[in-house]
């Protein structure tokens, strides 16, 4: 009798994998490359502070996880006053709000530069694609597209190391 197979890495990658591919949405690429075209590397030396200050709250809030058993609004509502943590829910929504709007808007005016379709139609249709994607397939199915919607990530490097061919 065999034993029990080692389960592969691509088994393995779930939800680790589709957070770090949705810190690179379109709203945020779009930033990046107008902030690199207008400034280039002047802003790197940001990142000596930039840095330790991301892996501080990272580690702050993976701590708080692993010592309470609870996220950070589950501790806003077991140590704070309610008023406090909906009014933080209410901002963290519209943020996300404002967020989803300028993902949509971005991957429209990218559409944009393949297909001549007006901007609100393509924000429409993103929209109701990512809509429809979470509606109606299971969830096991709609974690397994994303996985596989993020090796679309590999374009940025095919860009790199196709721009540094060109040079």
């Known amino acids: 009798m065999i034993g029990p197979s080692k389960p592969r890495l691509w088994h393995l990658l779930g939800p680790g994998l589709i957070t770090g591919a949705a810190d690179d949405d379109p709203s945020g690429i779009a930033t990046y490359a107008q902030a690199g075209a207008r400034y280039g590397f002047a802003l790197g030396w940001t990142l000596i502070l930039t840095y330790p200050l991301m892996v501080a ?18 501790n806003l509502r077991r140590y704070y006053p309610g008023w406090i943590l909906h009014g933080i829910v209410t901002l963290l929504f519209c943020a996300n709000v404002l967020n989803i709007g300028a993902d949509l808007s971005a991957m429209a005016e990218s559409a944009r530069l393949l297909i001549p379709a007006p901007t609100w139609l393509a924000v429409m249709f993103f929209g109701g694609v990512s809509t429809a994607g979470q509606v109606l397939l299971k969830h096991r199915r709609y974690v397994a597209v994303l996985k596989w919607l993020t090796l679309s990530l590999l374009a940025y490097f095919g860009t790199v190391v196709g721009e540094s061919a060109v040079e």
């Open 57 to 74: 709250i990272q580690a702050i809030c993976a701590r708080i996880g692993r010592t309470t058993g609870a996220g950070i609004a589950g």
